[in-house]
Every structure is written in structure tokens, then in C-alpha cells.
């Protein structure tokens, strides 16, 4: 059974404020797209071709204009949905230290929702931040903590929205290290990553999205063991279907960009 | 004799830090009177004007005038906030309120708010009210456009987690839109403060005042009291310096996580 179903989806911003032009954006057309339960899907694509949007359309930030989008049967308004925004728009609270981050995704009371929050730190080895600040916190433990909220709140479905963007590499390590574990619980996600390799490593499939309005150009099939480690990410195989996303892309860069190159 | 004490000590605690710098202004003033001018009358010693204010303020001689420049100050403060706070909420939910409200209050910011002292007293009458009347005027006009400033400025990703995560409308206006102002906040609060107080003593100056350190300081030039002229001066500079303090260390401790970011 489909866990994610996304039927006839359109979605347009109109001319004016929200994509700051002066004709109206068409994101969607129609957009088709379904993933199973235990599934881990990778979305790749150019600059500014939606996968934020998609993200945000299933977790119900914005409503599309028309089509489906359905998880186990419910809207996304009716379902806990495990969200990891992107790290630059600011992912936490930054006037909630991070057990209260975490204990704010809670409904009920104050010291239940904060003993579940703490249990949700100590689960990622990282309860020893709780009463940190956001600014006390490197982006790498910011992502951890937005993980273990998601984790609390929603973990029947993850979404990830380049949940690597801005981070170095010691941070990028212990984040794909999250999700690899994330990965053996069996865990559903849909991750949105510029990480080609990244991406690869975590996911069962890649989905390459083309520009507005987005179609899917590519699904790629992962052929990795199902149980992973940050070892692979040198393997021969991981580079083969990085080497086919990164070409699909190549194809689809700006003309501009590709003259200047 | 209690009070007594309590100032004395809330007064070195507040001057302890520049208690050298006093000493050296005190030092270079006393040079300048016995040095170079003659006209005692209009530049008195340091000496006479500091017996003159530990007189005025432990003699008990200006009791009543300062506690009625306090409470004006409070009361028009407090008052002046809620109501501030009040229209920013509303001027922030109802955008055709703000758009029709916000050239209105601009335009009045503009205009100097001693200027409508003269229609305040018409609708007011004589007395404290018309005082405090204008001084909460004041602080609405101020507050209340960089309240609606700041929430109507609230991160799209703060919004997206609060609604992902199911949040009521009163959640989000209290736990994150609130929040996330109230840097704007307390901008419009220490400009408030300044400015209350100035308005507080120039309009216990004008015609209706009867009592206030305004009313004291008027009184001081009409008798050519010069050292209590001085004397008053500084207890006003002191005020509002502890004002300011005031504000400062509530702002550190309400958001040392906005200063640290």
C-alpha cells in the first residue's frame, strides 16, 4: 500500500508577492508521485523547480489548486508528519533551548511533553544539549535536534528539506549518520538534497525532477545493500548513479550558466 | 528613615561603577568656577548644587514631586504599553486596519507630541491626567507600529513548524509570532521610556501641573534657585538613566537569545 499519494497536483502562485514576478508561477501540472511505507526517496533537481514546494504541499504549509495529495488515506492536515525544514531558515526556536524546542511539537502537559523530548535527545546521544540555545548549538546538533522533534512528533512519515545545506562536513557526517539510523528503524522519508551523493546513500530511489513545471525526468533505482553505511558513500555503485543524476542535471542547467562554463 | 536608607543605597549601587568619572566631572567643574568664571549666580559651585541635591532628596523637601513625577511615569507607561501592545496585535491581524491606521500614526509620530499638549488640556482639563494622557499616547504611537512591524514579519519558517506541528491560532500568536517580535518590541520600549519621561517634565512645566519635578525645576529658574535648578537636573538625568538601565536588563534577560544570535 501506497503510503504518499500525490494525484493530478497543480499548484500556481499568482503574479505579485509570493514569487515576485510579474506573471503567475506555475510549480505543478499535474504532478503524479507515490512512495510505499518504509521507503526512503531522494529528490533531486535544478534550482527553484519545487522540491521545497512538494515538501511543503505534503506537509500541508501550502495547499495546492487542485489534486491530491493523500498519506495512508488522510490529508496532510489530518496526519503527524515528521518535518525537518531547511537549516537556514531557521530550524528551532531560537528563544526555546532545545528540550523545549522539541517539547513544543507536543500537545499535553508541560513535563510529559518535556521527559518525551529528553528521551528523544538521549535516542540521537545528544541529551547533554538539552538546555542549549539554539545559538550555543552548531548547525550539525541544530539538525539533530529539529531530527529528534520530527521523530517525536511525526514518525510515520519524515520529510527532509536539504537537511545538509550550509553544514560542513564534521556537521553533514553526524546528520547522515541520524538518518542512516533513521534508515535501519525502517523509517519512511522523502528527502530533498543538493547532496547527490548524499541522497544516494540514504535513499532506495531518486526521483530527478525537471524545471517548472516540474515532471519527474528521472526515477532511479538504488541498487546499494539495504543496510547501509557511511563507508559506501566511495563505493563503485553509489558513484555510478550519482554519475547518471549528476548528468541528468547537467542537462538541465542553465543555458547561461552552461555558456559561461 | 527607611526610605531614607533604601535610596542611599540604590543610589551607590547605581553610581558605583562611574563614581571615579563623577569625581573627575566634579573635579574639572570645581576648576572652572574658581579658575575662570565669575557669574556664580548662573554657574554655581559644585559644592553648593551636590549639599543642594542630598538636601532636596534626603531633606524630604521634594518627596512629594518626585513620587508624583514616578507614578505619572509608571502609570503612563504601563498604561501606555498595554494599549500599544493591544493595537499592534490588532494592527498585525487586520491588514485593512493597518494599511488605513499606519499613514495615520505615522503622520502624528511626526508631529512633536508637545504640540498637542494645548488639545489634551481642552479634552483632559487641568491636572495629572492630561500629563499622563499625553505621555500614554505617546508610547501606543511608538509601540504599537514596530509590535505590528514584528509580527506581521513573523519567519515563514517559524510558521510553517507551528502549523506542521498542529498549533493553535492563539499558540501561534502567543509562542511564536509574540516572540519572534519581541526584539521590535523592546526597540519601541527604550525609544518609549526616553520619551515619556521627557514628556512627563516638560509638560509639568506648562500651565495645570501641580506637582512634579517639572513644576520644581520651573520654579527653581522663576526664583533663580540655581543650585536646585542643577540639583534637579541631576535627579531627572538619574531617573532617567535608571530608566534605561531598567529597560536594558529586562531586555538582556527576556531575550539574551536575539543579542547572542
Not at chain 1, 539538525?143 to 545538509?164: N, T, W, Y
Request: glycine letters at 8%; hydrophobic letters at 50%; proline letters at 4%.
Amino acid at each position: 500500500m501506497n503510503l504518499v499519494s500525490i494525484d493530478g497536483l497543480v499548484k500556481t502562485y499568482p503574479a505579485g508577492n509570493a514569487n515576485r514576478t510579474d506573471a503567475s508561477v506555475t510549480v505543478f501540472d499535474r504532478f503524479a508521485f507515490s512512495m510505499k511505507k518504509g521507503e526512503f526517496v531522494g529528490i533531486v533537481g535544478p534550482n527553484g523547480c519545487g522540491k521545497t514546494t512538494l515538501v511543503k504541499l505534503i506537509a500541508g504549509i501550502e495547499q495546492p489548486n487542485s489534486g491530491s495529495i493523500s498519506i495512508f488515506g488522510k490529508s496532510p492536515e489530518e496526519t503527524r508528519i515528521g518535518y525537518v525544514p531547511q537549516h537556514t531558515g531557521g530550524i528551532l526556536y531560537p528563544w526555546l533551548n532545545a528540550v523545549e524546542n522539541i517539547a513544543f511539537a507536543m500537545a499535553g502537559h508541560e513535563t510529559e511533553a518535556k521527559a518525551g523530548a529528553m528521551g528523544a535527545l538521549s535516542e540521537l546521544g545528544i541529551s547533554h544539549y538539552a538546555d542549549s540555545f539554539p545559538y550555543q548549538l552548531s548547525g550539525g546538533i541544530k539538525q539533530l535536534v529539529s531530527i529528534a522533534r520530527a521523530k517525536l512528533f511525526g514518525p510515520g512519515l519524515f520529510l527532509f528539506d536539504e537537511p545538509f545545506n550550509s553544514l560542513d562536513y564534521h556537521n553533514s557526517f553526524l546528520v547522515e549518520n541520524a538518518l542512516l539510523k533513521l534508515r535501519k528503524e525502517n523509517a519512511t522519508a522523502l528527502l530533498v538534497s543538493h547532496d547527490i551523493q548524499s541522497a544516494v546513500l540514504l535513499c532506495d530511489k531518486i526521483l530527478v525532477l525537471t524545471k517548472k513545471p516540474a515532471r519527474i525526468a528521472m526515477l532511479l533505482p538504488v541498487n546499494l545493500p539495504g543496510e547501509r553505511s557511511i563507508d559506501m558513500r566511495f563505493s563503485p555503485e553509489l558513484n555510478i548513479v550519482s554519475g547518471k543524476i549528476f548528468n541528468a542535471l547537467q542537462g538541465m542547467a542553465d543555458d547561461r550558466i552552461v555558456a559561461l562554463a | 528613615m527607611l526610605f531614607r536608607g533604601w535610596l542611599m543605597t540604590g543610589l551607590l549601587r547605581l553610581l558605583k561603577p562611574f563614581l571615579l568619572r563623577i569625581g573627575l566631572v566634579l573635579l574639572a567643574w570645581q576648576a572652572v568656577f574658581s579658575l575662570l568664571l565669575t557669574n556664580t549666580l548662573l554657574f554655581p559651585s559644585p559644592l553648593s548644587v551636590l549639599s543642594r541635591f542630598f538636601e532636596l532628596l534626603f531633606g524630604m523637601q521634594i518627596l512629594g514631586s518626585l513620587l508624583s513625577t514616578l507614578f505619572k511615569l509608571g502609570v503612563s507607561l504601563s498604561v501606555g504599553s498595554v494599549f500599544g501592545i493591544l493595537l499592534g496585535v490588532a494592527l498585525a491581524h487586520w491588514t485593512l486596519l493597518y494599511e488605513t491606521v499606519f499613514p495615520i500614526a505615522d503622520f502624528f509620530r511626526s508631529i512633536p507630541a508637545t504640540a498637542l499638549f494645548p488639545l489634551f488640556l481642552l479634552v483632559f482639563g487641568l491636572g495629572d491626567v492630561t500629563n499622563i494622557a499625553l505621555s500614554a499616547w505617546v508610547c501606543i504611537l511608538y509601540l504599537s507600529l514596530p509590535v505590528s512591524k514584528g509580527l506581521r514579519e513573523t519567519k515563514e519558517t517559524s510558521l510553517a513548524i507551528a502549523i506542521v506541528f498542529k498549533k493553535s491560532n492563539l499558540d501561534i500568536l502567543f509562542k511564536v509570532k509574540l516572540m519572534e517580535a519581541l526584539p521590535a518590541l523592546f526597540i519601541g520600549l527604550r525609544t518609549v521610556a526616553s520619551l515619556t519621561l521627557v514628556l512627563i517634565i516638560v509638560t509639568e512645566m506648562f500651565i495645570g501641573a501641580s506637582s512634579g519635578l517639572g513644576k520644581e525645576l520651573i520654579d527653581a529658574s522663576y526664583t533663580y534657585d540655581i543650585p536646585k535648578l542643577y540639583a534637579i537636573i541631576m535627579i531627572v538625568g538619574i531617573i532617567g538613566y535608571s530608566l534605561n538601565l531598567l529597560v536594558s536588563e529586562i531586555e538582556k534577560k527576556t531575550i539574551h537569545w536575539h543579542t547572542k544570535q
